[in-house]
Nanobody
Framework: QVQLVQSGGGLLQAGGSLQLSCAAS????????MGWFRQAPGKEREFVAS????????YYAESVKGRFTISRDNAKNTAYLQMNSLKPEDTAVYYC?????????WGQGTQVTVSS
């Protein structure tokens, strides 16, 4: 069993920055890749970023490349999403995710709202 608990999020103006955190418990966090997804109103959930178990490789959606940074601290069992130069189109509920043996575990979601 894996529990992912998110923190961060909020309301801010375009051009601002925000960091999301995802704390994991229940399993050996450092063994698994982590990802962030988001879902805007009326749209399907989409991939944002992911990071391999050791942090050696990161992947980003084209829409956030160069603005968002995913990282992890295995000693703290926590993954992060640093979001800079935020745009109104980044407004969504953000979810952290890990997939263990084919099963997806999700955080509870956190709202990010960017005003123009």
């Amino acid at each position: 069993q894996v529990q992912l608990v998110q923190s961060g999020g909020g309301l801010l103006q375009a051009g601002g920055s925000l960091q999301l955190s995802c704390a994991a418990s229940g399993r050996t966090f450092s063994m698994y890749n982590m990802g962030w997804f988001r879902q805007a109103p009326g749209k399907e959930r989409e991939f944002v970023a992911s990071i391999t178990w050791g942090g050696g490789s990161t992947y980003y959606a084209e829409s956030v490349k160069g603005r968002f940074t995913i990282s992890r601290d295995n000693a703290k069992n926590t993954a992060y999403l640093q979001m800079n130069s935020l745009k109104p189109e980044d407004t969504a509920v953000y979810y952290c995710n890990t997939n263990i043996r084919g099963y997806d575990y999700w955080g509870q979601g956190t709202q990010v709202t960017v005003s123009s």
